[in-house]
């Protein structure tokens, strides 16, 4: 049973190197040269398991922040807004689906040692744990405030696949014993994109399970603003991302696009095996 809080991603980045186009290169408003730490704790894991081969793999979600200028006094936050968000495994990070699970779009997994100058994967574990076998104990250890991890397998496209992920939020009925966990955000692999060894594309996912052998996802895309919101939404405040050092000299197929509003529509209903564990004596 995973320890979510306690379990972080810390890089160390490369020397920052002038742009030669952008001002503030990847929102990065400190002097040439300079490299810093950046620290998440995770919030979702997910293994998959081939079962020809029987090889598997780990992957991980990180927390988001918003978009930001870094190493920055004032004017922190980016306007346009977006959120950012890291998911990877143990050697590779990978692309983040924009799109729904039935469309393709360009993914790929890149190699931590070469993204970063040291990267420090830090998971850690509740030794004591014990499952929940029935919703009755589910119920209790909700309202006894006890710290609880679900876990959800499932088949599909000949792998097994198992989401791990603290629950955060948890709606019981205690008189009849009814449970529902809906909470997120968790990964979910593209299989589409499996290579061998991993996937190079997750979704962004909140999930529900009421019962021991069914789950339901719901998976994050971008959408289209309409055209009367997005003077407001794509209207820079402060410094600009994209704003040139010399406005005489554009990079090809200048500007480029902004990010784009995120909402959750796509649903998955699948039938699983839902398993719930409580931390004991923390």
């Known amino acids: 049973m995973l320890n979510f809080p306690r379990s972080t991603f810390t890089w160390k980045g490369h020397p920052w190197e002038p742009d030669p186009y952008y001002k503030w290169p990847g929102g990065f408003v400190g002097k040439h040269g300079q490299f810093y730490h950046v620290r998440f704790n995770l919030e979702s894991r997910c293994e998959i398991t081939e079962e020809a081969t029987g090889k598997s793999a780990e992957f991980f979600l990180g927390a988001p922040c918003r978009s930001e200028y870094t190493i920055a006094k004032r004017n922190l936050f980016q306007i346009p807004s977006g959120e950012w968000r890291f998911a990877f495994s143990h050697q590779s990070s990978l692309s983040i689906a924009t799109r729904p699970s039935t469309e393709a779009e360009p993914a790929s997994a890149s190699k931590l040692s070469e993204k970063f100058q040291d990267v420090r994967i830090d998971i850690r574990t509740f030794s004591d744990v014990e499952d929940l076998t029935d919703a009755n104990q589910i119920v209790e250890a909700a309202l006894n405030n006890d710290v609880l991890n679900a876990y959800s397998t499932y088949q599909d496209r000949g792998f ?94 200048y500007p480029p696009e902004r990010q784009k509003p995120l909402v959750y529509n796509e649903t998955w209903e699948l039938e699983a095996t839902n398993v719930v564990q409580r931390a004991v004596n923390i």
Request: glycine share 4%; net charge negative; with cysteine.
């Open 160 to 253: 097994t696949v198992t989401v791990e992920y603290p629950v955060n939020l948890i709606n019981v009925h205690a008189e009849e014993a009814d449970f529902q966990v809906c909470t997120g955000p968790i990964l979910l692999p593209d299989l589409a994109t499996w290579n061998g060894e991993e996937v190079e594309r997750v979704f962004v996912a909140h999930v529900a399970i009421s019962d021991f052998d069914f789950v339901e996802f719901i998976l994050r895309r971008e959408v289209e603003a309409a055209p009367e919101e997005r003077s407001w939404l794509e209207q820079p405040r402060g410094r600009d991302r994209h704003e040139l050092i010399d406005s005489n000299n554009e990079p090809p197929n």
